[in-house]
T-cell receptor
Framework: DTGVSQDPRHKITKRGQNVTFRCDPI?????LYWYRQTLGQGPEFLTY????????KSRLLSDRFSAERPKGSFSTLEIQRTEQGDSAMYLC????????????FGQGTRLTVV | GDSVTQMEGPVTLSEEAFLTINCTYT??????LFWYVQYPGEGLQLLLK?????DKGSNKGFEATYRKETTSFHLEKGSVQVSDSAVYFC?????????????FGKGTRLHILP
C-alpha cells in the first residue's frame, strides 16, 4: 500500500468554475477525513466518512461544497462556483476506526482560485 | 467543543538547544493526543502519540507526556538539529465521543540555526 494519495496535486481555476478533487485512502481504513489548510493555520476539519456514510459536515462547508465516498473506497470533494476565499490546501486523511491509531495524510491538493 | 491550543511561533533556536513546544487541550471525553510534523514541501506525518493519561510518546528524540491533570501534551527534545526545522501541530481525537474527528492546533513553526 502506497499510503493516501490525492489528485491533482495542484489546481488553478477561474472564479466561478467547479472543481473536483479525489482521495484514495489506505485500503483497509474505514474512516476518511477532509481538511482545509490555509497559510499559517492548522488543518481545519471539513467532513468525514465511515465507509460510505458521511458522519459530519463542518459549518465551514458551505452548500457549494459536497463530498462523496461511493462504495466506501475513494472519495471526492467538489467545490461549485469557486471563490477566491476557497484558495487553500485540501488535505485528505484516513485511519482505522479505533480512535487511537493515527490518521495518515495525503500530500494534499493546492487550489488557487484566480 | 474540543480544542487544542499551542504556543505561537515562530520559534528560533540554535542547533543542540533544548526545545519545548507547549500544547494544552480541552476535551469532554478521554482523547488520544498526537503531535504531527510538516516538513517544508511535504505532507503531515505523525511524530508521536499517547492514548491515555501518563503515557509518554517518543520518536526521533522527541518526547511528550499525556498530563490529564494539567490537560497538556508538551513536545520536548533535548538537542535539536537543523533537520528538525518544520511546522509542528498538536492534535487530539476523542473516540469515546462518537464524534472522533481529529482537532488540530494552529501549528508552531520551528527554525533551527546551524
Amino acid at each position: 500500500d502506497t499510503g493516501v494519495s490525492q489528485d491533482p496535486r495542484h489546481k488553478i481555476t477561474k472564479r466561478g468554475q467547479n472543481v473536483t478533487f479525489r482521495c484514495d485512502p489506505i485500503s483497509e481504513h474505514n474512516r476518511l477525513y477532509w481538511y482545509r489548510q490555509t497559510l499559517g493555520q492548522g488543518p481545519e476539519f471539513l467532513t468525514y466518512f465511515q465507509n460510505e456514510a458521511q458522519l459530519e459536515k463542518s459549518r465551514l462547508l458551505s452548500d457549494r461544497f459536497s463530498a462523496e465516498r461511493p462504495k466506501g473506497s475513494f472519495s471526492t470533494l467538489e467545490i461549485q462556483r469557486t471563490e477566491q476565499g476557497d484558495s487553500a490546501m485540501y488535505l485528505c486523511a484516513s485511519r482505522e476506526t479505533d480512535g487511537v491509531t493515527e490518521a495518515f495524510f495525503g500530500q494534499g491538493t493546492r487550489l488557487t482560485v484566480v | 467543543g474540543d480544542s487544542v491550543t499551542q504556543m505561537e511561533g515562530p520559534v528560533t533556536l540554535s542547533e543542540e538547544a533544548f526545545l519545548t513546544i507547549n500544547c494544552t487541550y480541552t476535551a469532554t471525553g478521554y482523547p488520544s493526543l498526537f503531535w504531527y510534523v510538516q516538513y517544508p514541501g511535504e505532507g503531515l506525518q505523525l511524530l508521536l502519540k499517547a492514548t491515555k493519561a501518563d503515557d509518554k510518546g517518543s520518536n526521533k528524540g522527541f518526547e511528550a507526556t499525556y498530563r490529564k491533570e494539567t490537560t497538556s501534551f508538551h513536545l520536548e527534545k533535548g538537542s535539536v538539529q537543523v533537520s528538525d526545522s518544520a511546522v509542528y501541530f498538536c492534535a487530539l481525537s476523542d473516540l469515546r465521543d462518537r464524534d472522533d474527528k481529529i482537532i488540530f492546533g494552529k501549528g508552531t513553526r520551528l527554525h533551527i540555526l546551524p
